[in-house]
């Protein structure tokens, strides 16, 4: 009785998972395998998947096609005496109750179609020898034939049929070619697996236990260690009772199929089992993960030149407060000044690329020095697939950053449209105190002129001081006073306005490598851990 294992429907899904998580970052030569497996598994679960393949597998002078014609009933598989060989697959049918006998009585039923699809075209329907209905037996080709179409034919259907007789003899069961290479690189298959010592009567009773029991531990150390061995004289008739009942034992459960696409996922998943990197110790990871985040983020802030902007959106401040709340005769300079930020082609109006998207050669190396950290970082431990494939994403992100990054320092709040309050009233103000000596010049122009001609001199005096002059110069000093008290406030907005751009800027840089870095590769190592979730969803 076969031990129960998972659904096979779910594991075959689960592999369909992995390959998806795979596909495109790992070698397709790795999922090679995988990929055969799930095209074939659909096969065969829906042609005939109570129908049994039973295929006698075994060199040169073995005998399994004695013993195949025994079980058939029939002499189906030519033998020879002086080399007897195995030179194309055939099979023997038991076709259901009242089918017939004939090569055209089944030629609707399941078994034809899985022939059909098996590719075996020399079938016999028979209902004598081992008398199973459901079962399809099956004579290899010799694996060790001299002609290598004959071994191709032979491995194809080892990798395929639900149930393997490994047929050895007493001379040649110990080759190190039948071990190395079939039986070891199928211990995942014991499930599927019989082998049969033949010809044992050509050994005394002593001699054949110590054959049986040494090949025993030869398949324990090809990691076959509950293989049955089953010792067998076709033509003497040793063991062919204990075949038959292993034979008959495993078609009436009607699971031989089902246990072979089971030990097929086995060997599916000891090829990708490398390929699953163990995921990231709980550790402090989301500590390092926020400090090599907050490393690209200050790379990618020094590239986009974050520092010069934001001083520049400052200095642009300063420079339109002077032009509106400066003296009046002294603004003009401002006005003819070139904007901080005009220099660097931003801010209003401004259109193209900015002067800092030019990144230069120390940025671009802090930036892949940071990037370089970053995969270190993230791949720690994993695979050298999955290294290369969030290698590639964060290659491909960067070559997409000097423009986002200019187009996030362009997109910025760098305050360029606000006017404070509060400079409509210094302005007003200092136009009042400007107009005021403008009025007291005037006075006392028109007074000088009246001093010329000798005319009356209407002048007013306050405190002995002429008005006009109190307006001139009261209006100039209070005018000049006005400006240098503005000035601390002017600071202080600056220093606002840098702050706030640079909190813009850097918001807008965090975007992009969120954008650009951070999330491709968070979407990359999920398909590590869905990749590594479903190889495991496989395993059982």
């Known amino acids: 009785m076969s031990r129960r294992t998972p659904d096979l429907g779910a594991r075959l899904d689960a592999l369909e998972r992995a390959l998806a998580a795979g596909r495109g970052r790992c070698d397709p030569a790795q999922l090679a395998a995988a990929e055969s497996l799930v095209g074939h598994a659909a096969a065969r679960r829906r042609i005939a998947p109570e129908r049994t393949v039973v295929a006698f597998a075994g060199g040169t002078g073995s005998g399994k096609s004695t013993l195949f014609n025994v079980l058939a009933g029939e002499p189906l598989a030519p033998t020879g005496v002086r080399r007897p060989t195995t030179s194309q697959t055939r099979a023997a049918v038991w076709p259901p109750s009242g089918a017939g006998t004939d090569a055209t009585a089944d030629s609707g039923h399941d078994s034809a179609r899985l022939l059909d699809w098996l590719n075996i075209r020399d079938r016999h329907y028979v209902t004598g020898g081992i008398g199973q209905t459901g079962l399809i037996l099956v004579d290899l080709p010799d694996f060790d034939s001299t002609a290598a179409e004959h071994r191709s034919e032979a491995d194809r259907l080892i990798q395929t049929v639900d149930l393997l007789v490994w047929v050895l003899d007493p001379q040649k069961y110990a080759d190190a070619a039948v071990h190395e290479r079939y039986l070891r690189p199928l211990h995942t298959h014991r499930d599927v697996m019989l082998v049969v010592l033949n010809q044992i009567d050509r050994l005394d009773d002593d001699a054949a236990l110590s054959c049986q029991r040494h090949l025993s531990r030869l398949l324990a150390d090809d990691g076959l260690p509950d293989v049955p061995v089953i010792a067998t004289s076709a033509?003497?008739?040793?063991?062919?009772?204990?075949?038959?009942?292993?034979?008959?034992?495993?078609?009436?459960?009607?699971?031989?199929?089902a246990q072979r696409l089971h030990a097929d996922v086995d060997a599916a998943v000891a090829e990708l089992a490398p390929l699953c990197s163990a995921p990231a110790a709980k550790r402090s990871a989301g500590r390092q993960d926020a400090r090599s985040d907050e490393a690209l983020a200050q790379s990618l802030a020094e590239a986009a030149g974050v520092r010069t902007v934001a001083a520049a959106a400052g200095a642009s401040y300063r420079q339109r407060a002077a032009a509106q709340v400066g003296w009046p005769p002294?603004?003009?300079?401002?006005?003819?000044?070139?904007?901080?930020?005009?220099?660097?082609?931003?801010?209003?109006?401004?259109?193209?690329?900015?002067?800092?998207?030019?990144?230069?050669?120390?940025?671009?190396?802090?930036?892949?020095?940071?990037?370089?950290?970053?995969?270190?970082?993230?791949?720690?431990?994993m695979a050298a697939q999955w290294r290369r494939s969030a290698t590639a994403v964060l290659t491909a992100g960067e070559a997409t950053l000097p423009d986002e990054l200019d187009r996030a320092v362009r997109t910025a709040d760098l305050s360029q449209g606000d006017r404070p309050r509060w400079w409509a009233a210094f302005r007003t103000l200092q136009l009042l105190l400007f107009t005021v000596a403008l009025a007291g010049a005037a006075w006392l122009a028109v007074l000088a002129v009246l001093s010329y001609l000798r005319l009356p001199d209407p002048t007013v005096h306050i405190a002995r001081t002429p008005l006009p002059t109190v307006l001139l110069l009261g209006g100039l000093v209070l005018g000049l006073l006005l400006a240098l008290a503005v000035r601390p406030f002017v600071r202080i907005g600056a220093r606002r306005r840098s702050a706030r751009a640079r909190r813009s800027l850097e918001a807008g840089v965090r975007s992009v490598a969120r954008r650009c870095i951070l999330d491709p590769l968070t979407a990359e190592l999920r398909s590590v851990a869905e990749f590594r979730e479903a190889v495991n969803d496989t395993r059982r």
């Open 330 to 381: 002294t603004r003009w300079i401002s006005r003819t000044r070139a904007n901080p930020l005009r220099r660097l082609h931003l801010g209003p109006g401004a259109s193209g690329p900015s002067a800092l998207s030019a990144t230069g050669g120390v940025q671009r190396a802090q930036v892949s020095n940071a990037l370089r950290e970053l995969a270190a970082q993230r791949t720690s431990g």
């Open 235 to 257: 033509t003497g008739g040793t063991g062919l009772s204990e075949l038959h009942a292993a034979l008959t034992g495993r078609v009436r459960s009607q699971d031989a199929a």
